[in-house]
């Protein structure tokens, strides 16, 4: 007598939805992850602005090119109270109209949770050419005591909340209309607030 076997396809195709079932469960699960973690990292803007400046040394050579050193004290806050920010890498420039006139970088930071960071910006221009309408735009600002610059960073971020670390994207932040004077007069230095884009 023919022993009875039960047939292979019930049991495959239960098998089957139960793998279907799990994956469509991890998708899910990572889904609203990543969904948290990026509204969680959207929800607050980083803050950065300009609090301090001043411009020393400044000299305009006939031949258009221009020696000057810029002192800036930059302020970077995160007020987001779950996500801190490593800054692997900042550079800065120092603009005049659309004319990088000193380039300069900032150590790597990282930044805590609802914290200000504070830094102390030394740049210098040594013998930067500029074109000619540049140099005399220039000199006109020089003649009415102060000049207004850019200062405008790259910054390679990663983000992290909890124990989760976000791979490196990239950030723009600038600082534009700065007013610096020429003379330690009684002007007060006003502070620009800076665009900080992803």
């Known amino acids: 007598m023919a022993n009875a076997t039960t047939p292979p396809g019930p049991t495959r195709f239960k098998l089957l939805k139960l793998i279907l ?3 469509f469960a991890i998708v899910v699960l990572v889904g609203l992850t990543i ?8 929800h607050k803007k ?9 411009i020393h040394n400044y000299n305009l050579s006939n031949a258009s ?3 000057a050193t810029y002192n800036f004290i930059l302020i970077a806050h995160n007020p987001n109270k779950r996500v801190s920010i490593y800054n692997d890498k900042v550079d800065v420039d120092v603009m005049y109209v659309d004319e990088t006139i000193a380039r300069g970088n900032i150590d790597p930071f990282y930044q805590q949770k609802r914290s200000t960071t504070s830094f102390k910006l030394d740049l210098a221009s040594h013998d930067v050419p500029l074109p000619d309408h540049i140099a005399r735009d220039l000199k006109v600002e020089r003649s009415l005591g102060r000049v207004e610059l850019d200062v405008k960073l790259k910054v390679r971020v990663r983000f992290k909340v909890g124990v989760w670390k976000s791979r490196h994207c990239h950030m723009k932040v600038s600082c534009e209309h700065i ?3 020429f003379s330690s007069s ?3 230095f006003q502070r620009t607030k800076c665009d900080v884009d992803f």
Do not use: A, E, P, R
Not at 35 to 42: A, D, E, H, M, S
Not at 46 to 54: M, R, T
């Open 46 to 54: 980083l803050v950065y602005y300009i609090d301090n400046g001043s």
């Open 21 to 23: 079932i799990v994956l």
């Open 179 to 181: 007013i610096l004077h």
């Open 65 to 67: 090119h221009l020696n």
């Open 186 to 188: 009684s002007k007060v």
């Open 35 to 42: 969904i948290i973690i990026w509204l969680t990292i959207k």
